[in-house]
């Protein structure tokens, strides 16, 4: 059995531009191509996308993943492997929704919050290796730095931002506004003010960089499909329209 890129990535909840990245990198080959020049997989292909994207949800970097599947060969032994990993984050996510919960119920009833209740379950450092790999350790170490400097309040605030960035962009896509547009770019520039509030301004090629891991990687690029499919593409059209114009 075997299947179109367009059916694997369907399944996958991914787009086919993000298997043609992977087999870019090696990770993922058709088994073979069409006349038409389509790609197709195996079930061979099909069970090492879902190491890929296991691996991707446990937020190891790309990197790191060919590393692994090139250094194990007993695919059974390795997702066993993952699934254990896999249960340590459903017990972490666990804790998370147990938190919001009990944050909403208290906020509802009055009631005072306590940081380690409101916070249980919640790591950045879980991106460490990744951030490392992609973008060196002093910017982890700075990163971390200062989201340990913030308050709850100032961490709450931050994030609410971010809620704020991504319902503007959905709103514009949706009333068919241009990236290029005024509207369209003011939310850009807040939202890349809103990624310098770490201390750090992101020059052209970094700004554009991770408009296209919007696209790129399902973890981020989920943020901005909330209200159409291809909402991270707007996102980084209209980022890297910002960056030629600005940085």
Same mark, same amino acid.
């Given at each position: !059995? ?18 043609r ?8 080959? &058709?088994t ?34 060919? $590393?692994i ?19 340590? $984050? ?32 919640f ?7 990744? =951030? ?17 400097? !913030?308050?709850d ?28 547009? $005024? ?31 919007? =696209?790129?990687? &399902? ?9 159409r499919a ?18």
């Open positions: !059995m075997e299947w179109s890129i367009h059916e694997l990535s369907t399944a996958a909840g991914t787009t086919s531009r993000t298997l990245h992977y087999g870019e990198l090696g990770l993922l080959e &058709p073979r191509l069409g006349a038409n020049g389509y790609r197709y997989y195996d079930q061979s292909s099909l069970l090492r996308l879902q190491r890929i994207l296991i691996l991707r949800e446990l937020g190891v970097g790309l990197g790191s993943i060919a $590393d599947l090139h250094g194990q060969e007993d695919t059974a032994e390795a997702l066993r492997g993952h699934l254990e990993d896999l249960r340590r $984050d459903q017990e972490r996510l666990g804790r998370q929704i147990a938190s919001v919960s009990s944050t909403i119920e208290k906020l509802e009833r009055g009631e005072a919050l306590m940081a380690t209740e409101s916070l249980n379950g790591d950045h450092t879980q991106y460490k290796d990744e =951030v490392v790999e992609r973008w060196g350790k002093e910017a982890y170490e700075s990163g971390d730095r200062w989201w340990r400097s !913030m308050s309040d100032d961490k709450k605030r931050h994030h609410q931002v971010h809620l704020d960035l991504v319902r503007d962009y959905g709103e514009a896509q949706m009333a068919g506004r241009s990236v290029d547009s $005024d509207e369209v770019q003011d939310v850009v520039r807040r939202h890349y003010d809103w990624i310098a509030a770490s201390g750090t301004r992101p020059g052209k090629d970094y700004f554009t960089g991770l408009g296209q891991m919007y =696209v790129d990687d &399902p973890r981020f690029g989920a943020n901005y499909t909330t209200q291809d909402g991270a593409e707007y996102v980084r059209d209209a980022m890297k329209v910002y960056a030629e114009r600005n940085l």
